[in-house]
Each structure stands twice: as structure tokens, then as C-alpha cells.
């Protein structure tokens, strides 16, 4: 059997004033103008108005009309206000016309693929949903917003060369974290549950991944998962929705588990210590002081350094798996710190799990 096709509503570009509904009433009523205000006690002038759409119906007249006329006042409402909609729709649609060239900064393919926005022949209408995706209501307030977050640029290059895609990745997390239900942010707690999340890095994704957003979001953190995005560079992005709430972004880029679990705690030194106005971007960089600290708080988390040199000794995979046993995390992990200590960057490689966004069901 054949399905039916899905209908589309016709969208006019034009908008017909009430008024020229009232001329067809008064035609069929054979009442003059002049009649009718003296009907309504309303005057010429006024209904001149009405009639070019220069002046609305007020409550107050239309239950006049409905007195001199017989048509329900309500009917005279209903098509003052799809009138003063459809003006709304024709003068929104023309300043989005206007603003295209806005699109072009915007990896609207992506946020389609991503199920964020949806797909739309009409780019009037396309820069209409990406606008609702950022939630805001211009391109000017766009700007407003995501083009001038100072600590965003101050801290990443991508944020002044790539607003747009940069600005996405961001508000793809943002939308996520909202929809997690957080208690109200403890610092003693969220300690607490870093702690309890170290004991799950020698867990699956599958396993560690669900616990992870559990623990902190009783702590008043929401961890969103975010697939990288082509242009911005970034592993991790730490930023506050309310006093009382912050949001901790990550994705999967360089999918090595050492990096990843590198890439939380960082985000979540950012939390512990730092300012809740600040937009902080983990892009691996070290030239600023607060991610300097973020990055020695995950290194000393994870690793205290008194075994920096123990670890730099290791000659076996057997010895890396030992120590990691020893700190109760995973032998990955270790492995990483090897590495980073050595520069042999080839050595225990095998030891290093890979993390895909289809081993968490996050693709």
C-alpha cells in the first residue's frame, strides 16, 4: 500500500490586512464606511487605517464590529493577529536573506549529519535553523555571543580563525550537558567522584562511559561526548552553564586511551580551580598559565610524579602492567606516561587501547 506524500503548508509571500475582510463584510452587508462608524462609534479615519493594515483591530473594536456587524469579535482578533504574524514572518525572513553569507561559516552538512539541525532546500530557512540551534534569534547576536568570548580566544587560535565551526562544537556540547539532570555543583563531591573515575580507566567504554556521566552529574558536572569536528582541533572544552552547574566537553580525537583520560581530568582541574566565567579550550597547548595547572593536576591524578622515574625504567610490558596494577589504573595509561617521559613514542604501543565513538554507542 502506498504511503501518502507528506504535505507542505503553502507559506505566502505576502500579507493581507483584516481590513479587506471587513470591506467584503460591509459589501455584503451594503453598509458605507460612514455607516459603519457610526455603527461602532469608531472613527473614518480610524477604519481608513484598518482597511491598509496601518492600524490593528484593538479587543475594543472588535467587539464593536461584532455588535454592528454579527461577525464574532474573536474572528476579528484571529485575523488581526495572523496578519501582524505573517508581517513578523515576511520582515524576519527578509533580514535572513539579508544574512547568508553567514552560512557560509557555518558546517551546516555536519549539524545535518548529526541530526541537529534539520535538512532544508530554502537557505532562508536552513540559516533559520542553525540560528535556533545556537539559540539565538540573528546573526547578530550570534556574533554577540560566540564571536567575542576573550578567554576562548586568548586561549585558542581556532576560536579567532574559526568562530564558526569552533562556536559549533561548543553548543553541540552545551545542548547535551542541558540535558542532563545535575545536582547542584559540590567541589568535595566531584573530588570524590574523580577518584572513583580513575578506579574505571581500566574499564570498557561501555562499561566506564555511563558510570563517568553518573558520578559527576551527582556532583554537579555534566560530561557531554562530542564527536570532533573537522577544523577544530580541540580534545576538551571545560565551561559553566549556571553557579551551580559546569559542563565538561570531550571527544575521541587521537582515540588513544591515555589521551582521552589525559583529556578529563585537565578539563575537570579546570573545574576544581578555576573561574566560573572563563570558556577554557584544551587544544594542547601549554602557553597559558591555567592550562599549565590543568594539565600538571591530570598528570599528578593520574600518576603521582614520584613514579615518573620508576616509569621511565620500565623495560617490559609485564613491568608496565605490574605498576599499573600498583596505581589501580590502566596499564595504558602508564604506557602514555613511558612515552611522554622518554620520547619513545613506538614503545609499549600495544599496550595503549584505542577508543572509537562505536565502542561507547556514540556515533
Not at 535553523?129 to 586568548?154: C, D, M, T, Y
Not at 567522584?193 to 553518573?214: D, N, V, Y
Not at 599528578?300 to 617490559?316: A, C, E, M, N
Request: aromatic residues 10%; contains cysteine; proline residues 5%.
Amino acid at each position: 500500500m502506498l504511503k501518502p506524500k507528506k504535505q507542505f503548508g503553502f507559506e505566502p509571500d505576502y500579507a493581507i490586512p483584516p481590513g479587506e475582510t471587513l470591506k467584503e463584510v460591509m459589501e455584503s452587508l451594503n453598509m458605507s464606511q460612514k455607516e459603519l462608524a457610526i455603527r461602532t462609534g469608531v472613527t473614518v479615519q480610524t477604519f481608513n487605517r484598518i482597511f491598509k493594515g496601518e492600524q490593528p483591530i484593538s479587543y475594543e473594536t472588535s467587539n464593536k464590529l461584532e455588535l454592528a456587524t454579527g461577525v464574532p469579535a474573536r474572528m476579528w482578533n484571529n485575523l488581526e493577529a495572523q496578519y501582524r504574524e505573517q508581517l513578523a514572518k515576511l520582515k524576519e525572513r527578509k533580514q535572513l536573506e539579508s544574512d547568508l553569507d553567514w552560512l557560509t561559516n557555518i558546517p551546516v552538512n555536519e549539524l545535518v549529519q548529526r541530526n541537529a539541525i534539520e535538512s532544508k532546500k530554502d537557505k532562508a530557512l536552513i540559516l533559520r535553523e542553525a540560528l535556533k540551534f545556537f539559540g539565538v534569534s540573528s546573526v547578530s547576536a550570534w556574533h554577540n555571543i560566540w564571536s567575542q568570548p576573550a578567554i576562548a580566544a586568548r586561549r585558542s587560535q581556532c576560536f579567532e580563525t574559526r568562530p564558526g565551526p569552533a562556536a559549533t562544537w561548543i553548543r553541540l556540547g552545551e545542548i547535551q550537558a542541558q540535558q542532563i539532570v545535575c545536582r547542584d555543583y559540590s567541589k568535595n563531591q566531584f573530588y570524590k567522584a574523580l577518584e572513583k573515575i580513575r578506579g574505571l580507566t581500566i574499564k570498557t567504554p561501555e562499561e566506564f562511559i555511563p558510570k563517568m556521566i553518573s558520578l559527576c552529574a551527582d556532583s554537579g558536572v555534566a560530561v557531554a561526548l562530542v564527536p570532533e569536528m573537522k577544523k577544530v582541533p580541540w580534545h576538551g572544552a571545560t565551561k559553566w552553564l549556571s553557579a551551580t552547574k559546569a559542563m565538561i566537553i570531550l571527544n575521541l580525537r587521537g582515540k588513544a586511551e591515555d589521551q582521552f583520560w589525559f583529556s578529563f581530568f585537565h578539563e575537570a582541574g579546570h573545574v576544581l580551580s578555576d573561574s566560573k566565567k572563563d570558556l577554557f579550550i584544551n587544544d594542547g597547548k601549554e602557553d597559558d598559565p591555567n592550562e599549565r595547572k590543568a594539565n600538571a593536576f591530570a598528570a599528578q591524578f593520574l600518576i603521582p610524579s614520584t613514579y615518573d622515574r620508576i616509569i621511565s625504567d620500565l623495560r617490559s610490558k609485564a613491568d608496565i602492567i605490574q605498576i599499573a596494577h600498583e596505581l589501580q589504573i590502566a596499564p595504558g595509561i602508564v604506557a602514555g606516561r613511558f612515552q611522554r617521559l622518554t620520547k619513545k613514542w613506538t614503545y609499549f604501543k600495544g599496550l595503549i587501547r584505542s577508543f572509537h565513538w562505536a565502542n561507547a554507542d556514540l556515533s
